[in-house]
């Protein structure tokens, strides 16, 4: 009874056989092929990404062009129009082209802001350096320094820049550090931006809990702009010091 029994079974695997071999081929054909497409989107996520980087780039370009000429045209007007009334000292021609000379400030600062220039030329410690200038008003200062002649690559400059912006403007928002240092260095094929500066444990409790939720509009483009440049972000504590550090690969 025991070999008949034990016939059997074996019997039955024998059987099985091809089907256990076909479930163990598929689940590992599935796992390859998604993979594989998991890959594709993320590849696809990243252009999609870059992409609209590249759209920002040309509105601000454009934009620049159409105003300027624009400009050009109502500067020639007025002093054509001035011209032929004799009106070149009159009070209120005078704080029209003081107003007119503030709205093309204001409109250049809006485009600056869209694409800074220097990025177009690669020039990011420029960038950083002119970031850091606007952002210390009054008691609050930012302390930049570079220690390093490494660059990242020129696709990863504006979506870095925009991340330090970030960062910069949600210290100075939610903080009360009046001195925030930025060191940049490069270790390990990669270069580093640590942002140090000083706050409560709350709030570094709260932004290591947000950056792990993604919560908040802010947060999530600023989670796709790390994934985009393959970067990492960690924050510690050290001697009363938060440490806010990116590491972007070269």
């Known amino acids: 009874m025991s070999n008949s029994g034990d016939s059997f079974l074996f019997s039955i695997f024998i059987v099985l056989i091809p089907s256990i071999a076909l479930l163990i081929g598929t689940i590992i054909f599935s796992n390859i092929v998604i993979k594989r497409y998991s890959k594709t ?9 870059n992409s609209l980087e590249i ?18 045209i109502i ?13 070149e000292n009159n009070e209120d021609i ?16 809006i485009i600056e802001a869209i694409h800074p ?22 008691n609050t200062k930012i302390h930049l320094q570079f220690h390093t002649l490494e660059n990242p690559k020129e696709e990863h400059l504006h979506n870095l820049y925009r991340i ?6 949600n210290i100075i928002t939610h903080t009360h550090s009046n001195r925030i240092q930025i060191d940049i260095h490069s270790e390990n094929s990669n270069i580093l931006v ?57």
């Open 41 to 49: 989107i993320s590849r696809l996520y990243k252009m999609n990404f």
């Open 55 to 72: 759209e920002r780039k040309r509105i601000a370009n454009d934009l620049h062009d159409q105003f300027s000429y624009k400009m050009s």
């Open 75 to 87: 500067n020639k007007t007025i002093e054509q129009l001035t011209s032929n009334l004799n009106l």
């Open 94 to 109: 005078l704080i029209v082209k003081g107003q007119i000379r503030l709205f093309h400030h204001d409109i250049a600062q």
């Open 117 to 138: 220039r220097d990025l177009m030329d690669g020039k990011w410690r420029d960038s950083l350096t002119q970031l850091a200038e606007e952002l210390s008003i009054g």
């Open 164 to 169: 330090i912006q970030e960062k910069l403007s």
């Open 194 to 250: 640590c942002i140090v500066y000083k706050s409560d444990i709350t709030f570094i409790q709260k932004v290591t809990l947000q950056l792990g939720s993604k919560r908040g509009r802010g947060l999530l483009i600023l989670n796709d702009r790390l994934k985009i440049i393959n970067a990492t972000n960690s924050i510690a504590v050290s001697e009363g010091n938060i440490i806010d550090t990116i590491s972007i690969p070269l």
